[in-house]
């Protein structure tokens, strides 16, 4: 089942918190939460449904706190084996994206969800999923050039 | 905005297979059919797919997350490569060496506990058998003890019978007496042949408070003869029984000054006391 999903969670996890230190903690613990508490499901879609929002949720849970909490700046020599390759626009304006697209984004261009799937997977109305592809869409668009530019 | 542009899914270039692959196959081939799309907007998903795929992990991080989910759950995970189609058929974990030793121990405790266990079952069971085995034997013993005593008694008899000079005074006058006692016995099913031989049929005597005596036997399974030295006043008059056939008789029971036999008993016709103790 780690196997299986690892990569999926990862990923969202990463779009969510910026960093592969913090995706890799995100994901470890999502997947420690349905160990603590296993629990049966139907399929193996539900199963990465329920996954996909447990890492939205926690991401959110981590951003909130990160937020509240007053961390110590690192010294500059730290090496960070999470650094984003420099230069990989595309990859910084997804990260730029506000949170509430990314989950969204993420399912529709590279898990290949449906508006309807995203939905219902995300207990956000199909309208509203909508909306945020085409603001996030927009934004990309601008960030990235007016889209002439791809990688 | 153009639902229909959400609603497709990329089947061209290498970032729309892997989304294929990755996600529902089917979801993707039952994507209805829409509007051809822009070159830019084609780049542009294309560009925001790629940039999803840079963000996976490595095979290392893969590993080390792996780790440590399962370190956290006191377990180790067996390093392999093997995923039948992204679906393994079973966990891929196995228990650390120390859990394998542990289990491997309490199997063997398992097993010797049962063990001992059906071991103490099977001496359980040997020793009640040999207790009911010995309440048989004892029973049986009382049987096989009135078949000999009535066996003995008959050799006893025709002992008797060959030799008068032993038992002159006795000897005559109990065959006599056997033979009268007899007679009368004989003419009555209820009363067995009395005399010397009594003792021999009848070893069970029964006294009026409704307590049982035994003939005391010997080694032999012969009644044993009290001294007559030893027997005090008597007690009462008793029937004695015990034959196969269910015969009685009269017989008289004494006192006895004998340590080991309480009562002794002479049978009617005979002259002889016989050891008697309670009968159990």
Known sequence: MFRRHVKTVYRLCFAHLGSATDAEDATQSVFMKLLDRPRKFNDEEHEKAW????????????LKSASRRRTAELPDDLPDEGARPEGDETLEAVLALPSKYKT??????YEGYRTADIAALTGTPASTVRSHLSEARTLLR?????????R | MDDERFRRIDAEGPIGRTRRENGDASRAEAAPAHAPRRPQDVALDDAIASA???????????????????????EHALPTARETGGLPLKPIVADCPTQQRKTARTSR??????AAAACLVLVAGVGAFALYANGLNGRNTSGSSQSAVQSIGDGASAGSSAEPSKDASTGNEAPQADQSVGAES??????????EDAGARYPLVQLASGQ???????DAGRPLTADPSLVGAELEQATAFGGASGDTTACAVFASADVAHPFAVRYDGGDRYYWADEAG
């Open chain 1, 104 to 109: 969204c984004v993420y399912l529709y261009y």
């Open chain 2, 52 to 74: 999803f795929d840079r963000m996976g992990p490595s095979e290392e991080a893969e590993a080390r997350m792996l780790a440590a989910v399962l370190s956290a759950r006191g």
């Open chain 2, 109 to 114: 405790f398992v097993l010797q506990a049962v």
């Open chain 2, 186 to 195: 004989a003419s009555s099913s209820s009363n067995g042949s009395a005399g």
């Open chain 2, 212 to 218: 049982t005596l035994r003939v005391v036997l010997d």
């Open chain 1, 51 to 62: 996954l996909i929002v447990c890492a939205q949720n926690h991401c959110r849970d981590v």
């Open chain 1, 142 to 150: 601008d960030m990235l050039g007016g889209g002439e530019r791809g």
